[in-house]
């Protein structure tokens, strides 16, 4: 009897301890690992997500997730197992691959996508895509912005997201493509914005200025070319709301400038950071 009570105080304080630790707030463990170009894993203790993981095109400048980080997110092997989301910013050739993904969503079943609509058409008009893969459409978000729409957010499995349509860098050049600045918060309340290949032009941002100051983020992912311009700088610093900012899409040689701008940023694959600061 004594030995079934020791039992019961030891899963009850076993109990207490994981309760504390899943309500916890303050317990941020968020962290960012780069894999290459604009791809991105963020994890923290319950939810991983991937952006811009899957693409072919280097452009013979920008790089490539390594051969065998990219087998290990299609094998689902540690870190990259149990992944909840992918995100997608846009649907240019060094951002995303329609086959790759859809063969990873077929993998992993239980995987969310999130990505603009061009993107999610692309991978639903493959000839690989069958009849039975129609089975993976309650997986597919596809966000509908055009430009100067409203902010879309949506809370899917109890992680908070939201998107801007903002357009591709060279506007007004290009200005079809689907351009989506996302922000989305995870469970243990850090919050993370991936910017895609967005503009750097305040008057894209200024109309959100009111989405973004309701939520901070701790660690935003620019491309590099923010760091650049006054203009860039400012939209960063006083409009997106963001306590950091990492820049990605920095070319495999890194410009000069970058190196002595005193600004953080990814560029070798496997660089880790953490999301959340105080
Ligand atoms: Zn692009
Ligand atoms: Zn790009």
Redesign the pocket.
Known sequence: MKRLRMVSLAVTLLFLFVSRVAVSHDNHTSSATYLGNAAILVQDESTKLLFDPFFHKDFSIYQLVPEDIRQAIFQGASPYNNISFVFIS?A?D??FSAIDLLNYLKRHAKVQLVAPKQAIDQLMALSEFSDNDKSLMPRLHAVPLGYGDMAWSKTINNTHLSAVRIP??GWPSRAE?E?LVFRVTLNDGSTVMHM??ADPDDEHYLPYKLHWQKQITDTAFPPYWFFFSAEGRDILDDIINAKQHIGVHVPVEVPKRLIGSNKLFFSKPGQVAEVHKH
């Open positions: 846009h240019h060094d951002h591709h860098a493509v351009n895609g290949d």
